[in-house]
């Protein structure tokens, strides 16, 4: 084979190798043709952006934008169902991506989690934990609390005693746990 038709395939060959498998999601539509999937609003601690957290959906990067959809914040917890037309499929890379030339998003809901109360304590032995302010029945996932401004810190080596965090209890896990923490209260507007 001629060396200048083998370079592209070679190129070609690790191009589709680097840019990930993909996953049809087959969903059935209803009458009018519309497909409906619901996804959780999880978050990716500084991996793929270093010192930042990057909200996900499900394990993919948000592929809408949510001021198009009337939605005025999405937090850790959220549960997200999306009506669309189209074939999905998603690129099987970390964050993954949907494929937007196949799908046409034509609405989204979303049902925020309960947030309740905690506050940095110090135990008797010196270090820190949180305390329930409301129901203290919750299992805790993390240690990190997000910020305003995108950064996350824990809460056991960089807040001070006294200082209130908002956890978030997902409205889709059966389970009493806590998948995030804010520094502020992310579903009441400043």
Not at 60 to 84: A, E, H, Q
Request: overall charge negative.
């Amino acid at each position: 084979m001629n060396r200048i038709v083998r370079l592209p395939l070679i190129l070609c060959t690790l191009l589709t190798i680097g840019c990930g498998n993909r996953r049809h999601i087959p969903e059935e539509p209803n009458e009018q043709g519309i497909k409906e999937v619901t996804f959780g609003i999880y978050c990716d601690y500084g991996m793929h952006v270093d010192d930042k957290v990057t909200l996900l959906l499900g394990d993919s990067l948000i592929p809408f934008n949510k001021d198009k959809y009337n939605i005025d914040t999405l937090v850790v917890g959220d549960f997200v169902k999306i009506s669309y037309t189209g074939e999905l499929y998603i690129r099987e890379t970390y964050p993954s991506t949907w494929y937007m030339n196949m799908v046409h998003i034509r609405d989204v809901k979303v049902t925020h989690g309960k947030v309740l109360e905690y506050e940095v304590a110090e135990n008797s032995g010196g270090g820190k934990s949180l305390k329930a302010l409301e129901d203290d029945s919750y299992d805790i996932a993390t240690p990190h609390v997000i910020n305003e401004d995108g950064t996350f810190t824990d809460y056991y080596t960089t807040l001070d005693v006294g200082t209130k965090v908002y956890g978030i209890n997902p409205s889709h896990f059966a389970s009493k746990t806590i998948l995030a923490f804010y520094s502020y209260n992310p579903l009441i507007e400043s």
